[in-house]
């Protein structure tokens, strides 16, 4: 590990809500609306910032899903999580990651999961990497691509 | 004074003399209400009594009845003209106007008629001290303290007449007078402690520099900032080459703080080797060895070595920057961008410091997604560092496609750093491209909307790119808005010249001339506030003995209007108001008609017309700002009178004893003087004859 490295995260604000929509609009493929931004900042630390060097460099934001059947499971949901390409390999989304896992056990939610693209294959071996198990495919999932791109379900079960 | 000596028309029976009395007790005590109520009884029975006349004009002008109080004042000087407290009202009216001038005459109107009268004395000698009057001040500080010589702040007032008189001696003496008035001597007194020190600045002032280390040392157990008993203590001895004793004096005082510039050059000139640089090289390789946090120890080498020597000090020094990951390393070396050998060496040494990141760390040929950190030897962030830094370097040196290159490379890299889009905007703005570089800075803004530094940039930003809307909106994120729910009225408030200047002169650029103007106005009565507001200063920093600090001020004062943004918004005035006189509205529009067919005159008048329209439309935004009736600067801008009005930003500027010779303001207002006289006088005599 390089000398001087230090990683934190901080909360998603109103001040810094930019760097979020900065991160997303430069990781990853699909653009998310202005509400959804607005939205991010109500769903407290399920929204996360990463800072490398005191530099913001990677974001994480989720949402908590109440099913309409009481039977059914609460869970939450990774809608977004992005590292600049330069920083990753630093442990940076894994502890975005983590934090989220553990406030799921704060919340006694049972499971975290998410979609990923099939042919990401970098994203695949990740997620498995750190304890998530590939579940159903779930077929034209990314509409907007063309053809339709096909998803897996990444889940982890929350003990 | 005994009753006989009363004027008829001033005598009042023993009740309204009685009530007078109340009035002026209430006025002391601020309570106006009251003291109108019973001036006006006495009124009712002698509505001609000038005192009591000038007493409700004084307070009236207190409650926010200026005129009519000024006129009441007037008429009941008029009708009492030898009366001290005629004067005195009328003397306090100028000084609560700022009129010093005409203040201090009404004060020595009143001292005719009461020579002794303390409190018109000390009134007097604080406007004497605005009015740089020194040797008033000295007789009326002479009387204050002979009536009252157990006071200290009267010897004080004396000593600062007779030093600023340069009368060294006298000013002395009398603070040694002081002294021996007192039994024994207060200690861990600050306020004597700042007597002694002010003694000693005296001292030192008059030239005597022996005389000076000899009484700093006689004081030094009394006085409570040591500080600045070692610091006079390093520079007399230096003065006076002892310097051995410089030498220790000065060791002590950088191991108190290892920053302060000022205690290397004197270390340097103690042991005589400020002209060797190779001893200097010695003396500070030791002295960053002894004070390892040192910035200074290691960047004044810098300044003075050259060739390899320069080579291995900037590489570590700007290395250990980019490692570190310090933003202002740029701004650390930018003195030293004078010299073109040294330009090159940091080029030299900040490409080859490059080349050893390109493998790691960079994000590009570097490691993948799934890369280990293990393999990465270098943090991302010193690459990062690096780069930003290689572009503002090409900037400065005026390389913009260089610096473009490396700038996109950096955003590409971290799009999420505030620094590296303000560079961008930077870049770009010297390129003369200022609605690209008002777009890099509204995106590092985005990225930190709490970052006042960033959002003061944007609005300027946008300002020079002349959007003035959006700019009055985004600095409005940071003021206390008004009714329109914008910031402009609170930054008139808050006197933020930055933006007074950069809003007047972009009206000036889209030809919204009487804004400008009134801009550039804002910032002179800023400028003149604060040479108002030392007023308050003569009294309170004599009676709490804070000298050397009041001296700092007036001396401060003194270079006021050469200052850099008094001068730029001065001479933007100037320069419009010249332009005003050189063409008249008139003259514009016939000379851009001379010699065109009556086709293009027409399509000529149809685009002036259009222009003239598009000056006179004023957004919202435009219109607020000051309380006053003419918001627009219309009438500054329609002004009969350009010239003088060009000379009041001027005279204040050439009446500074620090403005800079090579500006010609003067000369150019002066010139078109001198022709309009002489065109008036050819006129009359045309009339004439």
Known sequence: MAPNIKIALDDLTVNNLGVLRRINSVVLPTSYSDSWYKDSLSVGELAKLAYFNDIPVGAIRCSLETPPSHKDQTRIYIMTLAVLSPYRGYGIGRKLVDHILEQAKKMFVKEVYCHVWVENDDALTWYQHIGFEKGELVTGYYKKMTPAGDAYILRKAIE | ?689
């Not at chain 2, 002391?28 to 509505?47: C, G, H, M, N, S």
């Not at chain 2, 008035?181 to 200690?187: A, G, H």
């Not at chain 2, 809003?503 to 801009?519: H, P, S, T, V, W």
């Not at chain 2, 009556?598 to 309380?627: D, L, Y």
């Open chain 2, 1 to 689: 004074m005994s009753a006989a000596a009363v004027p008829k028309a001033r005598y009042l029976p023993p009740k309204e003399a009685g009530s007078f009395r109340q009035v002026l007790q209430l006025y002391e005590t601020r309570q106006y209400k009251k003291a109108l109520k019973v001036a006006d009884t006495i009124l009712t029975k002698f509505p001609d009594h000038g005192e009591t006349l000038a007493m409700k004009g004084l307070i009236l002008c207190f409650s926010e009845k200026k005129e009519e109080g000024h006129e009441l004042i007037k008429k009941g000087l008029r009708n009492d003209l030898t009366s001290f407290i005629c004067w005195h009202v009328y003397g306090l009216f100028y000084r609560s106007e700022r009129n010093f001038e005409e203040a201090s005459k009404c004060y020595v109107h009143a001292l005719k008629y009461a020579p002794d009268n303390t409190n018109i004395l000390r009134d007097l000698s604080l406007l004497q001290c605005q009015m740089r009057n020194w040797e008033g001040l000295i007789t009326s500080r002479k009387t204050i303290l002979s009536q009252k010589p157990n006071v200290r702040q009267h010897w004080t007032g004396l000593a600062l007449g007779y030093h600023m008189m340069k009368n060294y001696e006298l000013a002395e003496n009398i603070l040694s007078k002081y002294e021996e008035t007192l039994k024994e001597p207060p200690k861990e007194d600050y306020e004597h402690s700042e007597l002694l020190l002010y003694k000693n600045m005296i001292i030192y002032e008059s030239g005597n520099v022996a005389r000076a280390l000899e009484h700093l040392e006689s004081i030094a157990d009394q006085v409570t900032d040591k500080l600045s008993v070692m610091e006079s203590r390093a520079k007399y001895l230096l003065e006076l080459e002892r310097l051995p004793e410089a030498t220790v004096a000065y060791r002590k005082l950088l191991n108190r703080n290892p920053d302060n510039k000022e205690y290397f050059f004197g270390i340097e000139r103690a042991l005589g080797v400020q002209d060797d640089v190779e001893k200097r090289k010695t003396l500070y390789r030791a002295l960053a060895k002894q004070y390892k946090h040192s910035d200074a120890a290691k960047s004044i080498p810098l300044s003075f070595l050259s060739g390899e020597d320069f080579r291995q000090a900037v590489k570590s020094y700007i290395v250990d920057f980019l490692t570190k990951g310090v933003p202002s390393a740029f701004v650390n070396l930018k003195p030293l961008y004078d010299d073109e050998a040294k330009v090159k060496g940091i080029e030299d040494v900040v490409l080859e410091f490059l080349k050893t990141l390109s493998h790691a760390g960079n994000g590009v040929n570097g490691v993948g997604q799934n890369g280990s950190a293990k393999e990465k030897d270098n943090s991302p962030t010193t690459y990062l560092w690096t780069i930003y830094y290689l572009a503002q370097h090409y900037s400065k040196i005026g390389q913009p496609d260089l610096a473009c290159e490396y700038i996109t490379k950096a955003i590409e890299h971290t799009p999420t750093l505030v620094e590296v889009h303000m560079a961008k905007a930077k870049i770009l703005k010297r390129k003369g491209d200022h609605v690209a570089a008002s777009e890099a800075m509204t995106r590092a803004r985005e990225l930190d909307l709490q970052d006042r530094f960033v959002n003061t940039k944007a609005a300027k930003y946008l300002m020079r790119a002349g959007k003035s809307d959006e700019a009055v909106s985004v600095v409005s994120l940071f003021t206390k808005n008004d009714a329109h729910g914008k910031g402009v009225g609170d930054l008139h408030e808050m006197q933020a010249l930055w933006f007074l200047t950069e809003q007047g002169e972009m009206f000036n650029r889209l030809g919204k001339i009487g804004l400008a103007l009134k801009r550039f106005d804002a910032v002179k009565k800023i400028y003149d506030d604060w040479w108002g507001d030392q007023f308050d200063f003569h009294q309170y920093c004599v009676r709490r003995g804070t000298m050397r600090a009041y001296l700092g001020l007036l001396r401060w004062e003194e270079t006021l209007y050469t200052e850099n943004f008094y001068t730029r918004a001065a001479f933007d005035a100037i320069q419009t108001y010249i332009s005003l006189y050189d063409t008249p509205k008139s003259a514009r529009v016939a000379a851009e008609l001379e010699g065109l067919t009556e086709e293009e005159r027409k399509k000529a008048m149809r685009k002036a017309k259009r222009e003239r329209a598009k000056q006179n439309k004023h957004s919202e935004s435009e219109k607020i700002g000051g309380t006053d009736d003419d918001p627009l600067g219309k009438n500054m801008e329609n002004t009969s009178t350009p010239l003088e009005d060009a000379e009041q930003f001027w005279k204040p500027v050439a009446a500074c004893a620090t403005w800079d010779q090579s500006w010609t303001w003067g000369e150019e207002i002066a010139k078109r003087k001198e022709q309009e006289a002489a065109r008036v006088k050819l006129d009359t005599a045309d009339k004439t004859t």
